[in-house]
């Protein structure tokens, strides 16, 4: 759900085609030539999400890649990032990090979006947001907090951590765009039922006080209950639109 619009200096496309990397699966040379053949392949429509991705993700071990932990891949991600853009917005880029080195590293042809895809950041902590706020089109953020009350409150506090560190590194903060991940923490202990999905008037007062914290893109766990289709699928093409609608103007 994209309800507002909005973006910093680079061109943002419309929704999307998304390439999501935990760092420790692949180098970042790697991940921006494989997001360089997507964004040809797609004729553009590419947002490049970065994150650490989970701690003990069963994929990696199935994959015999190496599992590091939070605080390993915290470490590496600023560099990962930085090699990531550098590589997508220049045709030639040397880099010598600690734990990342590219040399004369050449991406040709150029991206069809310039001057690179908007790279999207997930960061809930204060390092990982620190990054964003340095290198990100869009910040994208979650609460695992049981009480809605309180992911809203967790998320204020996370907004205003990111809006002192834009400015902290001389940018201004309302050039960085905001998407929020609606997550039920009870979802689960309920059987699977997604609080949102209770009814229409549910799913738009949450996404609403959402909104109201200033994200302009909000994400939606699909049902995984058959009863809860109905309700979906009446959201989707009811009140999604009319939210987009109320909310287009203001960006």
Same mark, same amino acid.
């Given at each position: 759900m994209?309800?507002?619009?909005?973006?910093?200096s680079?061109?943002?496309?419309?929704k999307? =085609?998304d390439?999501?990397?935990?760092?420790?699966?692949?180098?970042p040379?790697?991940?921006?030539?494989?997001?360089?053949? #997507?964004d040809?392949?797609?004729d553009?429509? =590419?947002?490049?999400d970065i994150g650490?991705g989970i701690?003990?993700d069963p994929?990696?071990?199935?994959?015999g890649i190496?599992?590091w932990?939070?605080?390993?891949?915290? %470490?590496?991600?600023?560099?990962? #990032?930085?090699?990531?853009? $550098?590589?997508?917005s220049n045709e #030639?880029?040397?880099?010598?990090?600690?734990?990342y080195q590219?040399?004369d590293a !050449?991406?040709?042809p150029?991206p069809i979006?310039?001057?690179c895809?908007?790279?999207?950041i997930?960061?809930?902590?204060?390092?990982m947001?620190?990054?964003?706020a340095?290198?990100?089109d869009?910040?994208? %953020?979650l609460s695992?907090?049981a009480?809605?009350?309180?992911?809203?409150?967790?998320?204020?506090?996370r907004?205003g951590l990111i809006?002192?560190q834009?400015?902290?590194?001389?940018?201004?903060?309302t050039? =960085?765009?905001r998407?929020?991940?609606?997550?039920?923490?009870?979802s689960? !202990?309920?059987?699977?039922?997604?609080?949102?999905?209770?009814?229409?008037?549910?799913?738009?007062?949450?996404v609403? $006080?959402?909104?109201d914290?200033?994200?302009?893109?909000i994400?939606?766990?699909y049902?995984t209950?058959?009863?809860q289709?109905?309700?979906?699928?009446s959201?989707?093409?009811?009140?999604i639109p009319?939210?987009?609608a109320k909310?287009?103007?203001s960006?």
């Amino acid at each position: 759900m994209d309800p507002l619009g909005g973006g910093r200096s680079r061109d943002h496309a419309d929704k999307t =085609l998304d390439l999501r990397d935990p760092d420790s699966a692949s180098k970042p040379a790697m991940l921006a030539y494989q997001a360089l053949t #997507v964004d040809h392949i797609s004729d553009g429509p =590419l947002e490049l999400d970065i994150g650490t991705g989970i701690e003990g993700d069963p994929s990696l071990s199935i994959a015999g890649i190496e599992q590091w932990s939070t605080r390993g891949k915290v %470490s590496r991600f600023k560099e990962y #990032v930085e090699i990531v853009d $550098r590589l997508l917005s220049n045709e #030639v880029t040397t880099y010598e990090g600690r734990y990342y080195q590219v040399k004369d590293a !050449a991406m040709n042809p150029r991206p069809i979006q310039h001057p690179c895809p908007p790279i999207v950041i997930a960061g809930l902590g204060p390092s990982m947001i620190k990054v964003a706020a340095q290198s990100a089109d869009t910040w994208n %953020s979650l609460s695992f907090v049981a009480d809605f009350e309180e992911q809203i409150e967790e998320t204020r506090n996370r907004i205003g951590l990111i809006d002192d560190q834009c400015q902290a590194v001389g940018r201004d903060p309302t050039f =960085l765009r905001r998407s929020y991940l609606m997550f039920d923490a009870g979802s689960r !202990a309920g059987g699977g039922l997604i609080d949102y999905y209770e009814s229409e008037e549910v799913f738009a007062d949450m996404v609403q $006080r959402v909104i109201d914290l200033g994200i302009s893109e909000i994400g939606l766990y699909y049902p995984t209950r058959e009863e809860q289709l109905p309700k979906f699928e009446s959201i989707a093409k009811d009140v999604i639109p009319e939210l987009r609608a109320k909310h287009a103007a203001s960006m």
